[in-house]
């Protein structure tokens, strides 16, 4: 059969705008993302842009470009980003997605439209404006009229806008009826699903299915999205928990409804078993017979200065910051045993002053109590109340390496462990619940010594058994943490015994289940040792627990959280979704270097130059899965192969990408296409990608930016994402001409400047501030293109591959390709006018294009102008800054910022700067006239300075006078700047008492005659 040999919209367009707000909005949502019941793993990828790249890698563009805005319209409809796409993803009740900033309600909306009748829908005729609702209990057609009504409100928004009120687009299942047919009737098919539209276009491309490839499978994001699509399916991943996780999404969540209910019911069984032993043995019951639900443990250290006390650490003893009870801990020094007994108290006095722990920063700090009593008996004289906690370490003689047979601290240890309160849930009448914290009793603390002998007992069997690890901890980049912080050499050491008991006899009763299933529970085992570790952190003003992995390291803490068993429900009886794919699929664990699978279509998201340490992190959990690993999957190894993994940013990691992408092109057919993703702010990675492309035979079509990730927490107004670079690639043609730099350079900048702006279109689409973009991403994409043109070259005059490859990075120097690199930054910077300055350069006379005019200033300049941008959309922090400084090159940026507060940074006011170099313009070398001390920006910053010191405007202007080229470029340069000064730093506090002085220099600017 005939396949297509139509180019595919990927490679022509793609909705960056749209789908940055989707992926941003995917990542940012807190409940609901559908693999999250799987487990833990790092940096997926959102469904929404896997599913968009396999239907653009599927949708034919048309060969004349004027039809290229249909295209999009019919993809827009595909992907459900159109109106009638959008209202089917409507929230129930039209409720708004909860997110910063909050938007208006539905209701609201419609009442600014609605005409006299349609008031009547209202509350009240909605007359009432604090409390705008709709009437309750609207007959059957008034309730038409509301939808009615509802509906053209929504239809009249932005795509912005409409988000706001819908869920997320991989929530619903397809377009709904009304677009099918416009799609099917535009692409010539006659789906009535995503699933028969993909197979359709599959068939007409391929022949047959298309085969969706993932090479680094992780969580499966990608396999998943590309199963629900109906694909064939092949994934892989080096790492055996990600291979469990990419199995899970695949056959629990994808698989067949009947397993999924299947894996449900065993889960709940085994979940309420374990709950019944645990009653039966009353190992989480109180005296009362109450069930406790968290237990609060720190570590306590003997202080010799402080005459040998045991002195409990916490930064804080308030044990819930904001509830109305207030609980908190009261340290009681007990002379006989020199160490403190706990009480439980609820608000009081007290409370306040719980807030001090006895850990302050660096230091150990002795409580009040104890201090007063060791005063009293003189012991105070020579010692102090704080001390170092690192100098008590080193006088110890440092930390003990814990031994296999440990599992609690020894007494001669640095650090002992106590429990120091617990949460019980007391019942109250009529099936009510009460939570109580409460100081650990004689009863409870006799439990405790229950369990740690019943490890004591069990420990070496049971790590014989693997039902607890007995893997040492290997040290690594991260896990070096655990060593060096608390001298834990074996992973069962991250554990108290309580919680060794748990995991031991939730890992030993899943042996007994049937292999199908079993996989699953060791998915489960995997959330029950992420959310009960001595990792876990207790939040008290957020008053949640958090699990070992809430962020991309191995944290030690000083107090931590055990979670009794009824707190493990959510982990190990998960809530997974079920959504059955149609298509086949194979999940193995391979290295992606010598996998042998050939797909039409591989979707890639490899490791990021050390981003994340996915082989050390992983290792937490691979010490628990051992055994059912190896039960399961007989013939597959259970480490995580860190020799193996790509990783670093040098030769090795560059050899090992180049590796793999030449093999990934072999098991490709030649009308096979690859979209690599691939999230990284350091630029210097990109000229390494473009040449492990190159390298593997691949040639770059396209690369579209995505804006996924936000580095810090949610949506705020000006805090800057990161985008996903998708790099549109396929087999580059083996009759690909040679080429010459100094042909190659021109073609990289017009490029460039395509880019540039098709990118700051789709930003003002998608809504400016929400989903912008640094210039830092700028750049990248500037860098990404200069490899699209390059990867067309079969050879470049000058550039030795091989040799590019191998070459460690410190001995690199200046190659070829990375000229063109710079050369592609260069033209970047110089492109990326701010928004406001174009305005004014249009409004100015002499016609200077924005461009030329950002071109002539000094990267100083560019810096302090963009700095200002940046400001103006309400970012501060010191990254932002240090991005921008990079981008144009500028080493010692920091001399143009203000103080330097970490999330307070901003640029250096005109006042802050020292005093301005007085040369006079005509005495200066035509070769300085160019630097920064020189330059209109830099004494319109001096002028300013001086009228702030209390200088008349005459004498401002007579400095800019003598010091610029005023007679030639005040009307297009200094009043351009000036103008622009004065519109950006209208919210700026910063500059509230420059402005009028602004405004004083610019009329005097104006007016000024020789
Ligand atoms: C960025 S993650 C992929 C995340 C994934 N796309 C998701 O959505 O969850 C990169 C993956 O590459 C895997 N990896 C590292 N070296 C590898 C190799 N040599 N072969 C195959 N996979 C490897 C890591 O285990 C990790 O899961």
Same mark, same amino acid.
């Given at each position: 059969m005939p396949t297509s040999p139509k180019k595919s919209l990927l490679e022509v367009q793609f909705p960056i705008g749209q789908l940055s707000l989707e992926s941003y909005l995917e990542r940012d949502a807190r409940t609901g993302k559908i693999l999250n019941s799987l487990g833990k793993w790092w940096g997926t990828k959102p469904i929404v842009l896997t599913r968009s790249v396999i239907l653009g890698s599927l949708f034919e563009a048309s060969e004349d470009p004027e039809r290229w805005p249909d295209d999009l319209e019919i993809f827009l409809k595909l992907l459900c980003f159109d109106n009638a796409g959008m209202w089917k993803r409507r929230n129930e009740g039209l409720k708004e997605i909860s997110s910063r900033p909050p938007w208006p309600r539905f209701a609201e909306l419609c009442l600014l439209q609605a005409d006299s009748e349609e008031r009547d829908l209202f509350k009240d005729g909605g007359v009432d404006t604090s409390d705008i609702r709709w009437r309750p209990r609207l007959n059957e057609e008034e309730l038409a009229r509301k939808e009615a009504l509802e509906k053209r409100v929504f239809y009249g928004l932005g795509h912005e806008a409409q988000r706001r009120y819908c869920k997320r687009m991989e929530e619903v299942d397809g377009p709904p009826p009304e677009s099918w047919q416009e799609i099917n009737a535009y692409c010539g098919t006659q789906a009535s699903s995503l699933q028969d539209w993909v197979a359709e276009m599959s068939q007409r491309r391929y022949g047959r299915m298309i085969k969706v490839g993932d090479a680094f499978s992780g969580m499966g994001s990608i396999p998943f999205a590309a199963a629900e699509l109906g694909c064939d399916v092949f994934a892989s991943d080096l790492n055996p928990v990600a291979s469990l996780l990419t199995w899970g999404a695949l056959n629990i969540i994808a698989g067949e409804p009947e397993f999924h209910a299947e894996v449900l019911a065993a889960q709940e069984k085994i979940y309420q078993e374990i709950d019944h032993w645990y009653l039966q043995e009353g190992l989480e019951t109180s005296e009362e017979g109450w069930r406790a639900t968290l237990y609060f443990y720190c570590v306590e250290i003997t202080v &010799?200065? %402080?005459?040998g006390w045991k002195i409990p650490l916490s930064g804080t003893w308030q044990l819930l910051k904001s509830s109305k009870t207030q609980p908190w801990v009261e340290l009681i020094p007990d002379e006989e045993t020199k160490s403190f007994r706990f009480k439980v108290n609820y608000g009081g006095d007290g409370f306040a002053d719980s807030n001090k722990g006895s850990k302050v920063g660096p230091d150990v700090v002795c409580p009040q109590s104890l201090w007063d009593l060791l005063h009293v008996q003189g012991k105070t004289a020579n010692t102090s109340r704080t001390i170092p906690l690192n100098s008590l370490i080193e006088n110890h003689g440092g930390l003990r390496p814990w031994e296999k047979s440990d599992f609690m601290p020894r007494p001669s240890d640095f650090y002992g462990e106590r429990l120091y309160a617990i949460r019980w849930e007391k019942p109250l009448p009529k099936g009510k619940k009460k939570n109580i914290f409460r100081e650990p009793r004689e009863f409870d603390l006799k439990v405790e010594a229950q369990t740690e002998q019943l490890i004591s007992k069990h420990l070496s069997d049971w790590q014989k058994e693997g039902w607890i690890p007995d893997w040492r901890i290997q040290e690594g980049v991260k896990t070096r943490e655990l060593i060096r912080t608390r001298? %834990?050499? @074996? %992973? @069962? @050491?991250?554990?108290t015994p309580r919680q060794l008991l748990m995991a031991a006899t939730y890992s030993q009763r899943i042996q007994e289940i049937a292999s199908r299933t079993r996989p699953s529970m060791a998915l489960n085992l995997g959330q029950l040792t992420n959310y009960s570790a001595k990792l876990c952190r207790w939040d008290s003003t957020g008053n949640s627990a958090k699990e070992v992995?809430? /962020?991309q390291a191995y944290n030690t803490l000083l107090n931590f959280i055990g979670r009794g068993w009824k707190m493990m429900e959510n982990p190990v009886n998960p809530h997974h979704f079920s959504r059955k794919g149609e298509g086949s699929h194979s999940n193995t664990m391979t290295d992606a270097r010598v996998l042998n699978s050939c797909c039409d279509l591989w979707i890639t998201d490899p490791p990021y130059a050390d981003a994340v340490i996915y082989e050390e992190l992983s290792e937490f959990f691979l010490a628990w899965y051992k055994p059912h690993l190896k039960a399961c999957f &007989? /013939?597959?190894?259970?480490?995580?192969?860190r020799e193996m993994a790509v990783k670093g940013d040098d030769a090795s990691f560059r050899i090992s990408m180049s590796e793999c992408y030449s093999n990934l092109t072999c098991n490709m057919p030649d009308n096979g296409l690859q979209v690599l993703m691939f999230t990284h702010k350091d630029t210097d990675v990109w000229e390494d990608l473009a040449l492990i492309m190159w390298s593997a035979g691949l040639q770059v079509k396209q690369v579209w930016s995505i804006a996924t990730e936000t580095p810090g927490a949610g949506i705020r107004v000006g805090n800057y994402v990161q985008a996903t670079y998708n790099m549109i690639l396929r087999k580059r043609p083996s009759d690909a001409p040679m080429g010459f730099v100094d042909l190659v350079i021109p073609q990289i900048k017009t490029r460039v400047e395509e880019v540039i702006l098709h990118m700051r279109d789709s930003q003002i689409q998608s809504g400016g501030l929400n989903c912008g973009y640094t210039d830092t991403d700028y750049l990248l994409a500037a860098q990404a293109v200069a490899a699209e043109v390059v990867t067309g070259f079969s050879s470049i005059d000058g550039i030795d591959l091989e040799e590019e490859l191998r070459t460690p990075n410190k001995q690199r120097g200046n190659s070829v390709l990375k000229d063109m690199m710079n050369q592609a930054k260069r033209t970047a910077v110089d492109f990326l006018v701010p928004l406001g300055l174009e305005e004014h350069l249009r409004r100015s006379p002499d016609g200077t294009s924005a461009y030329q005019f950002w071109r002539n200033l000094s990267p100083e300049e560019k810096f302090l102008l963009k700095s200002l941008e940046l400001e103006a959309g309400g970012v501060s922090k010191i990254g932002a800054f240090q991005d921008l400084g990079r981008a144009y090159g500028i080493a010692d940026y920091e001399d143009l910022l203000g103080p330097v507060v970490a999330n307070e940074a901003r640029s250096q006011l005109p006042s802050e700067f020292p005093r301005a170099d007085l040369a006079r313009w005509e005495d200066l070398p035509a070769n300085e006239r160019t630097h920064f001390p020189h330059s209109v920006t830099r004494h319109l910053y001096h002028a300013l300075k001086m009228l702030a010191e209390g200088a008349d405007a005459d004498r401002a202007v007579k400095h800019l006078v003598d010091s610029t080229n005023f007679w030639s470029e005040r009307q297009g340069k200094h009043l351009v700047i000036l103008a622009y000064l004065y519109q950006t730093t209208e919210a700026n506090q910063a500059w509230q008492d420059l402005r009028p002085l602004l405004q004083t220099l610019r009329l005097a600017v104006e007016n000024h005659r020789a």
């Open positions: &010799p200065e %402080w005459d001298g %834990w050499t @074996h %992973w @069962h @050491h991250l554990f992995f809430y /962020n &007989p /013939n597959r190894y259970t480490d995580s192969k």
